[in-house]
């Protein structure tokens, strides 16, 4: 494949990954400084403001995707390599680098304690080892690998009565395949915050799409397929939710139209149900769509720059969050509830902003760095 035909798409999927990023600061942000008003997953719409609701919405967006994009851009290596063993190689290595800074590195980013009495397995342990799992998977038909990913999808939710907690021996793998809960080690409490068997569906799905940036395929033609893909996912969404039988939690009707709108997108995220998976994915592909077509504006350019270096800035954002929230406790001391916190969901946004321009030279150093020095291995993982 030519470089002209891989290298906008490499650009898209960097600018959709710096957009949810930023969303996922937005939502740590709001971790950090408005924790007086925590929410519940699924939310409890009588009793969250809409704007805090809709700013939890948005920030759903950013998992499903990263995870998505993670799939695709493992298709991408394999393509541009035409190496299978390099590529499940990269995946494995990848994947376990990213296990063990959910462990260290993020885990002391959120508790601030070392060594940890408490472990949270969240989003990068979830993308670490659905890469693992992926590199065991490279190989096998696409068509199988497909069809993998949609059973995983479409059929986890018939999972979610089912309990091991009478059968120890199975608990935890449960516990950190589908339900979300506290595996009580000798020394350790693990929390399984994110759930890995729903993400797993998600990455097979990505790097089964990555399949139509081969040669074979036009950019017309790969456009008009994802479109339609992504368009698919969104209609089948409103429909299994319009008709509340199958796919998370049922929605109310309520006599104000708003808490009904967002009764109707208070989705599971915790493990990813069904039509919270549905409506996310469908939203990222549309949007890698567009992005390709206005890559070459200003603001998507800046998008790019974020996108390129996920895991620097990931880090970065962390400690620059933790840092800050010490310096207001030191300053001005706890406001609400015990915590230091701000009065409403716009000045988190305002907070997200001020935080974006900030780290933004920070990022692009070293992401310029980064791509000056390609020979350097490990910031291939950065």
């Not at 959910?102 to 959120?110: Q, Y």
């Not at 408490?118 to 342990?125: D, F, S």
């Not at 992926?134 to 979610?160: A, Y």
């Not at 992504?230 to 998370?248: C, E, H, Q």
Request: hydrophobic residues 55%; charged residues 15%.
């Amino acid at each position: 494949m030519s470089k002209a035909r891989i290298i906008p798409r490499l650009q898209s999927i960097d600018a959709l990954r710096g957009l949810v990023i930023i969303i996922m600061l937005l939502d740590h942000v709001r971790e950090t400084f408005y924790l007086h008003k925590q929410v519940s997953d699924p939310m409890n719409v009588a009793e969250t403001e809409p704007a805090l609701f809709w700013s939890r919405v948005l920030a759903h967006l950013c998992a499903p995707v990263f995870v998505l994009l993670t799939g695709m851009s493992a298709f991408l290596f394999q393509l541009k390599t035409q190496s299978i063993k390099q590529t499940r190689l990269f995946l494995l290595k990848r994947g376990l680098f990213l296990i063990l800074l959910e462990l260290t590195l993020v885990n002391f980013a959120w508790t601030a304690a070392f060594p940890p009495d408490v472990i949270y397995l969240q989003v990068i342990w979830a993308i670490g080892l659905s890469m693992v799992v992926l590199s065991m998977c490279i190989g096998i038909p696409k068509k199988i690998l497909l069809s993998i990913g949609l059973f995983i999808i479409m059929g986890h939710n018939l999972l979610d009565n089912i309990s091991f907690k009478d059968i120890p021996i199975l608990e935890h793998a449960w516990l950190i395949l589908h339900e979300r809960g506290w595996i009580e080690l000798e020394l350790l409490r693990v929390r399984t915050s994110y759930p890995v068997l729903p993400w797993i569906g998600v990455i097979l799905i990505g790097y089964c799409l990555g399949q139509f940036f081969e040669p074979k395929f036009s950019s017309q033609q790969r456009d008009r397929y994802l479109l339609c893909i992504g368009f698919f996912s969104i209609l089948l969404f409103v429909v299994l939710r319009w008709i509340n039988v199958y796919g998370d939690q049922t929605w109310q009707r309520y006599d104000s139209a708003m808490l009904s709108v967002m009764s109707f997108f208070n989705l599971t995220k915790y493990p990813p149900s069904l039509l919270f998976i549905l409506w996310n994915v469908g939203i990222g592909l549309i949007l890698l769509i567009v992005f390709e077509r206005l890559i070459q504006t200003r603001f998507l350019k800046t998008l790019v720059v974020f996108g390129s270096v996920p895991m620097f800035f990931y880090l970065l954002h962390l400690y620059v969050l933790k840092l800050l929230y010490v310096v207001c406790v030191m300053f001005w001391g706890t406001t609400q509830a015990g915590y230091f916190a701000v009065s409403s969901v716009s000045e988190l946004w305002l907070i997200t902003l001020l935080l974006t321009l900030v780290l933004y030279p920070v990022v692009k150093a070293f992401s310029t760095y980064k791509h000056a020095n390609k020979q350097i291995t490990w910031l291939k993982y950065f």
